[in-house]
């Protein structure tokens, strides 16, 4: 069957722009949420966010796109560049019906639909733009990362909450295995504004605490609910023999995916990410055993924590295998979140370093990288993310090292 392999990445991160830059932060243990502080947020429960502050759209997309674009769509349409330049794919040499592209979004384009709306009632109707009616539409990226690169292929959009990041990649693999030559892919997100922080503090998930090292603690006893970030990664997926064929340089294969939905709240059954996980592993062919590490998705809530880590147990036994939550420096991302997990996890694999999860302790029986970046010689990852409302998703991704690229 044919392999997925992943030749390029383009990561925007609020403790870094770029592959290498996110990649290096978060070794360090770079914390970046902080307050928000581009708007008076007093009203708001949650304060609290990972934010990206040094990118400007101006510098990376040409000007006409900036007026018809939301903030996460400029992110993704630079992240894309940026994925296709690691690739060194020549794309102009492919027929474009063998390009395509899948991406997720589980917030929409909330930045540009609070100005609109501002516009309409402050100034009237005839002051709300033509863009509109696109720009806040979940498939949106996919949309204009599409017209941008000419992409005439498999098209898609994956709408699941922080689920839908690693769903998009399992849809670009597909396309692969359907014969495509390429798919850009991932997940991008900004929703921070405050029509964004309204919607997201109505939904009860958020941490109302103040100070932003205490603020989002999963797995930890003071574990008191998320703190949302933005930005997100974008990959470049190939068919493996096409990629050998041009000799690029692979970070790694998708190799397995899982997925389940949650029964109702009400009914006393137990959730399915142990499904999920299962059902990744045997689309892999493989065994617990085959997994070096895994990266959580860390709600934040003392129930689904709780839920999260039975499930690793159940499937991995008592700290059975390294467990880490990166994402405890920059906030939970939604859709935008898997994807730069899955970043993380091939570097990991290519570095031989387990990213650490900052700020927590824990009482639950699994094995926390903690603080400090772990060694280690793995070369597969299990990546977890679940979206609000039942969603449950497993991505395993084996990755190469240096010398093996």
């Known amino acids: 069957m044919t392999t997925a392999v992943v030749t390029g990445t383009g990561v925007i991160a609020p403790n870094g722009l770029g592959t290498e830059a996110f990649w290096a932060a978060t070794l360090n243990g770079r914390n970046t ?3 928000i502080d581009g708007y008076d947020s007093s009203a708001f429960g949650c304060r609290l966010a990972g934010q990206v502050r040094d990118f400007d759209a101006a510098r990376h997309l ?36 063998e390009l395509g592209v899948v991406t997720a979004a589980g917030a929409g384009g909330f930045d540009f639909g609070q100005r609109e709306l501002q516009h309409l009632w402050g100034e009237g109707p005839d002051h709300v733009s033509a863009y509109m009616s ?67 503090n109505a939904g ?47 970070y790694g294969e998708i190799v397995g995916y899982g997925t389940a939905f949650d029964p109702p709240p009400s009914s006393g059954r137990p959730d399915n990410l142990g499904r999920a996980i299962h059902n990744a592993l045997s689309d892999a062919q493989l065994t617990p055993a085959d997994i070096d590490v895994v990266f959580a998705d860390a709600d934040g809530s003392p129930e689904r924590d709780r839920a999260e880590a039975t499930a690793l147990t159940a499937v991995f036994g008592p ?20 994807p730069l997990d899955v970043v993380l996890a091939l570097l990991a694999v290519r570095d031989g370093v387990i990213p650490p999860t900052t700020k927590v302790t824990t ?11 772990r ?21 395993i991704v084996r990755g190469r090292r240096k010398e093996d690229r």
């Open 33 to 35: 949420i902080e307050p």
């Open 62 to 97: 040409p000007s006409r796109l900036i007026p018809q674009t939301d903030r996460m769509t400029q992110f993704a349409l630079a992240a894309a560049d940026w994925a296709i330049a690691d690739s060194a794919i020549d794309i102009e040499g492919t027929s474009r019906l």
């Open 134 to 200: 696109f720009a806040w539409f979940y498939a949106v990226n996919t949309g204009q990362i599409s017209i941008r690169h000419d992409l005439r292929g498999p098209a898609g959009v994956l709408v699941a909450e922080q689920a839908g990041g690693i769903d998009a990649i399992a849809g670009a693999r597909r396309a692969i295995r359907n014969g495509s030559a390429m798919m850009l892919t991932g997940g991008m997100e900004s929703s921070l504004c405050p029509y964004g922080m309204a919607a997201r």
């Open 204 to 250: 009860g998930r958020l941490s109302t605490r103040k100070d932003p090292g205490r603020a989002y603690l999963p797995f930890d006893p003071e574990a008191s609910g998320q703190v949302p970030g933005e930005g997100g990664a974008i990959l470049v997926l190939e068919d493996e023999d096409r990629a050998r064929e041009r000799a690029a340089e692979v």
């Open 319 to 338: 700290g059975g295998v390294p467990v880490t939550a990166p994402k405890t420096m920059i906030g939970r991302l939604c859709s935008g979140g898997a």
């Open 363 to 373: 009482d639950y029986d699994i094995d926390i990288v903690r603080d400090e970046p």
């Open 375 to 395: 060694p280690f010689t793995g070369s597969t990852a299990l990546v977890l993310a679940r979206g609000h409302n039942g969603f449950n998703s497993a991505l």
